[in-house]
């Protein structure tokens, strides 16, 4: 009988460089969040359009905003939890699929309701697809790497979001709002069949399942092709499995202030964020500028994000997640204000930079760039911390109920901005409120911080002292 061997899948994993099979892991996961990204945001620019064909004011259709988001947020709940069940990738191309033909349901919508309702749709499948691309691009990256490829993959998210400004742009003169959304529909239906044929199942599952060491020998031998496994080796993680429900054990085993730190963190930061997403283009309209100007003013904040995204990774691997996200937030807490001062430079009469951009809007520009830089940067670092933080066993549940709890924070922002609106605030005035929410994330985010550090202490010492309680055993 031949002898059992045992690989730890994680230390081998951690042991090879990153080679070309995880990158194209991370890669598809990349398209799945740029499509999020692009749906996410186009609606933020669609807004004026919206409301001009159907005849309302922008904020009646703070409903619409707010439907796609509570989408989301359950989403995020409800298909966190089934894909640590069942698997991540029959859950992130079911979601493909299903949020592809919802949004382009919304390119039929003619009036309120339809909307809300595709939205909320739509949002069920984007908030399914976003965690359990989160957990499966950290699951194939070893552990030096891991927040560097999943910002790296959650470029997407910005990318998308930002090509999204780019591609409303020419299409709303001409075939105007719904041709949008059927250009955003037909791309996950796409990219459902390259997912099917490509995409891998997470290989911590599968371990974790241990009834499918062949496939796992497989995937391993795809990240090492020199590897070799004989018939009778076992795969293992060293990390427990535990029963029960999962969200539960987002609470256990020192968890809990982590978890509620970081739901204060995706809350405050996503609730500054879609209120910055959804009415920019509309605020910049009330100072005479032109739709298609607004709306691409309003994309720089997602080519900040982009910068950001770029940027943080490799500083993260460096110098550790919180003690970067804490300087991110203290600077988007100064960006966000100075949106709103250089918001009254604004002059659709001032002379032009290129062929359509007013020069006074050159200002607002770069406080939008900076801003993005910060809370869309910010909130991808967010991601990549969140899976650090959780066991593979509850990953996408902890991923999924930080984005869900965020959700809320996202509804809340758009609603915020709306009522604003209506009220008549001063561009100042509305963007110093959304400064505090940056400040709050600054704050829980140093907490969050220290609170690791010490449950990172108290695992080391436990690990030695059960080290030590071994040696003294053996002798």
Partial sequence: MAEETIVDVPLFIEQRPVGGFQRRVALLCAAIVLMDGFDTQVVGYLVPAIAKSLQLTPQALTPVLASGLVGLMLGALGFGLLADRVGRKAVIILCAIFFGLCMLGTGTANSVPALVAWRFFTGLGLGGAMPNAIALTAEYAPH??????????????????????????????????????????????????????????????????????????????RIDPSAAFAAATRFVIPEERAPGLPVRHLFREGRAPSTLLLWVMFFANLLCLFFLTSWLPTVMGRSGVDLRVAVIAASFLQFGGCLGTLVYGPLIDRFGAFAVLTAIYAAASIFIPLIGVTGLLLSPKSPLLFSAVPLSAVPIMAAISAAGFCIIGGQNAMNAAAAMVYPTYIRSTGVGWCLGVGRIGAILGPVLGGAMLAFGWPVVGMFAIAAIPALATTLATFVLGRVEARRAAAEHGAADAATHLAAASES
Wanted: charged share 10%; hydrophobic share 60%; net charge positive.
């Fill in 144 to 221: 030096r790497r891991r927040a560097t490829m999943v910002m790296m993959m959650f470029f997407g998210f910005s990318f998308g979001a930002a090509v999204a400004g780019l591609i409303a742009a020419p299409l709303l003169p001409r075939y105007g709002w719904p041709s949008v959304f059927f250009v955003g529909g037909c791309l996950p239906l796409l990219l459902a069949p390259l997912l099917l044929a490509l995409l891998p199942e997470s290989i911590r599952i599968l371990t974790l399942r241990g009834t499918a060491g062949a496939r796992v020998a497989g995937l391993l031998q």
